[in-house]
């Protein structure tokens, strides 16, 4: 069965400070591997997505993840963060054929001045 | 292009009562989900729609929970009798495929609230 682990549950960063939001994966095969973003009484909107190829991934809002399969890792990264970044992060690994997405319980991020 | 709308946004009800949540995907939109998030949970499927019929329910405790997807488009979720467990938001869902690479919409959410 798929997992994702979250290690992070809250983390606090400076506005205009790098951004680093960890996830581990279990999955058997090559896993389909996606962030999500949830600001405050928003559904999840898709900030970026791996299937395949490259393994540095760009995505919207100037994010960018980086699977690495020998860490069964798929961090979120950003570097200058914004106050209007503050929001709930996802990320879910997905099984071939039809959508079957797990998510993993989420890091709520801080944005201070 | 409209998103996934919900309603209502929030609901409050007393144990063992009923409550239904409604959702119009995406126009186009063949494949409809609904997830079940849980205060400090990622968001966990509940039901899957491919058009009309029913692609996995899995995780949908049938017991209390029941949905439909009448003509394929607009779809209901319900909660016969309800319990404190289920308080969570629940959310729809669209994407055009059922795909796992095909991007699923969602919508703002119905937030539950059972005491």
């Known amino acids: 069965a798929q997992s994702v682990t979250q290690p992070d549950i809250h983390i606090t960063v400076s506005e205009g400070a790098s951004l680093e939001l960890r996830c581990n994966y279990s999955?058997?095969?090559?896993?389909?591997l996606f962030w999500y973003v949830q600001s405050p009484g928003q559904g999840l909107q898709l900030l970026l997505k791996y299937f395949s190829g490259d393994t540095l991934v760009q995505g919207i809002k100037g994010f960018e993840a980086e699977f690495k399969r020998s860490q069964s890792s798929f961090n979120l990264r950003k570097p200058s963060v914004h106050w209007s970044d503050a929001a709930e992060y996802f990320c879910a690994v997905g099984a071939e054929g039809y959508q079957k997405v797990t998510f993993g319980t989420g890091t709520k991020l801080q944005v201070i001045p | 292009e409209a998103g996934v709308a919900q309603s209502p946004r929030y609901k409050i009800i007393e144990k063992r009562q009923s409550v239904a949540f409604w959702c119009n995907p995406i126009s186009g939109h063949a494949t409809l989900y609904w997830y079940q998030q849980i205060l400090g949970q990622g968001p966990k499927l509940l039901i899957q729609?491919?058009?009309?019929?029913?692609?996995?329910d899995s995780q949908l405790p049938k017991d209390r929970f029941s949905a439909e997807r009448l003509k394929g488009v607009d779809s209901t979720l319900k909660i016969q009798p309800a319990k404190l467990e289920d308080s969570a938001v629940y959310l729809c869902a669209s994407s055009r495929g059922g795909r796992v690479s095909t991007e699923a919409f969602f919508g703002q959410g119905t937030r539950l609230t059972v005491v």
């Open positions: 999955y058997g095969a090559t896993p389909y």
């Open positions: 729609f491919q058009n009309n019929g029913v692609v996995d």
